[in-house]
């Protein structure tokens, strides 16, 4: 197969095994010596400036593109109740998306045992939780001060209300807004356009991120006392993904799961090379309007609002890290405080939105609550790299389901979009699936 014919799916996934494998024989040459020149050149050199150049520029796009598409399908809609009733599905899906995934995470953990047979004698423990929030904090935090600033600090609460208030008035004043609806949908176009730019060079970033993830990691950190907790973790992140989510989706919606899995595998791939879910909203806004047919009016507000709050991958590592320690440390957790973990993880998915190191406040709110050792949180640290990919994709995943069963609940969903293998994909990928599908005819 040349390799002009192959999908964008197909390269990226090239890119990832690729640079996973090449990233392994370097951890294996250098052998922890940090004045190697591979690790001076090849690593921290040509590898570090390809995957952050990849980023940066995805993240160059993310705040245009939030308050572009968001401002035009609040503006579109001639409804403004509407508004209300779709974030209120929104927040309510993802808060009860988050609840399953970390009440399936403490009973798999529970079973398991992940830190049963596991010591840590000799292994130096430290680590200081950052102070989160108050839930009002966060609340008067949604507003902001300067809408510039929010955009230059990447702030997507602030910037979500300021395009919902912004589209609101464009709603309502009129033949102004109906110049300025025009003006913005030309800007979203070209947006758009970047997107797919970008995506061309998708398969090198993806190589050169995870090449140096895993020149810098290697394999050695994933084995021994932690390796039960590692695979505990990883295991029950792939069934929240594709069980658990499929069968939410098919049952609330009666779509076909298995086409939306197909479809979301390169976003998947995407999200997990490059570990963010505010740099993968392009991407994710993309696959879920032009891939999956969801009304840009929904997505444009469900998939940022999902990057900021839907924590189902950080709630499953938190379950199974509560687990982990409390046998670690043999600490005999009750049912009351296993019910605790999980109102306090899902709660804190929402009244620690937006906050760096969402993930640790989070984990650290959730130990205090349970009367677990917060400085425990140092053990896992090592290993919670390659998790955190793996719960990126997770939580892009997550976004685009929601968005979905939205858009179908609001008859705003395009099934014959989303039941069309070959929708979305640029000409190239769309000849090769017609080609496919002739040839297998």
């Not at 995805?58 to 308050?67: K, R, T």
């Not at 390796?227 to 499929?246: D, N």
């Not at 008859?411 to 069309?420: C, G, H, K, R, S």
Request: net charge neutral.
């Amino acid at each position: 197969m040349h390799l002009k014919k192959l999908g964008l799916t197909g390269k990226i996934v090239i890119g990832m095994l690729a640079g996973i494998i090449f990233g392994l024989i370097l951890n294996s040459l250098i052998a922890g010596d940090t004045e190697s020149w591979l690790k001076f050149v090849i690593v921290d050199g040509i590898l570090r400036v390809v995957g952050e150049f990849f980023i940066t520029s995805l993240m160059m796009l993310v705040v245009p593109l939030v308050f572009v598409s968001l401002v035009i399908g609040t503006c579109s809609m001639s409804d403004p109740s509407k508004l209300g009733r779709i974030g209120g599905k929104a927040v309510v899906l993802y808060i009860a998306t988050t609840g399953i995934a970390i009440s399936i995470a403490l009973t798999i953990a529970s079973l398991v045992k992940p830190g049963s047979g596991a010591s840590m004698a000799g292994q130096e423990v430290n680590f200081e939780a950052q102070q989160a929030p108050s839930f009002v904090d966060v609340l008067i935090g949604m507003v902001p001060r300067n809408p510039i600033n929010a955009m230059a600090e990447g702030n997507m609460l602030q910037i979500i209300v300021f395009a919902l208030l912004f589209g609101i008035a464009m709603a309502l004043i009129g033949k102004p807004g109906e110049r300025l609806k025009t003006f913005f949908e030309d800007v979203n176009e070209v947006i758009m356009k970047l997107v797919m730019i970008l995506m061309h060079v998708a398969p090198y970033g993806v190589f050169a991120l995870l090449a140096r993830t895993f020149a810098d990691l290697g394999l050695g950190d994933l084995l021994g006392d932690l390796a039960v907790y590692f695979v505990t973790v990883l295991a029950i992140l792939l069934i929240h993904g594709f069980i658990v989510y499929p069968i939410i989706l098919s049952t609330l919606t009666r779509l076909n799961p298995l086409i939306f899995i197909k479809k979301m595998f390169s976003n998947q791939i995407f999200a997990f090379s490059i570990s963010s879910s505010n740099a993968a909203i392009p991407v994710t806004l993309r696959t879920t309007t032009k891939r999956l047919g969801v009304d840009n009016k929904i997505a444009s507000f469900t998939v940022p609002l999902g990057a900021t709050i839907n924590m189902d991958g950080t709630a499953i590592m938190q379950g199974v890290a509560t687990v982990f320690i409390a046998q670690l440390y043999g600490i005999d957790l009750s049912m009351q405080q296993y019910l605790m973990v999980i109102l306090t993880a899902t709660l804190a998915s929402i009244g620690t939105a937006g906050v760096p190191g969402v993930g640790l406040i989070m984990l650290a709110m959730v130990f205090q609550q349970v009367g677990l050792p917060v400085e425990a949180i140092g053990l896992i640290i090592g290993v919670d790299r390659l998790l955190d990919m793996t719960r990126t994709a997770v939580n892009i995943t997550g976004d685009a389901m929601v968005s979905t069963i939205i858009g179908k609940s609001e008859q705003q969903l395009d099934e014959d979009v989303f039941n069309d293998p070959s929708a979305g994909l640029n000409p190239a990928q769309s000849n090769q699936q017609n080609d496919t599908s002739s040839t297998s005819t």
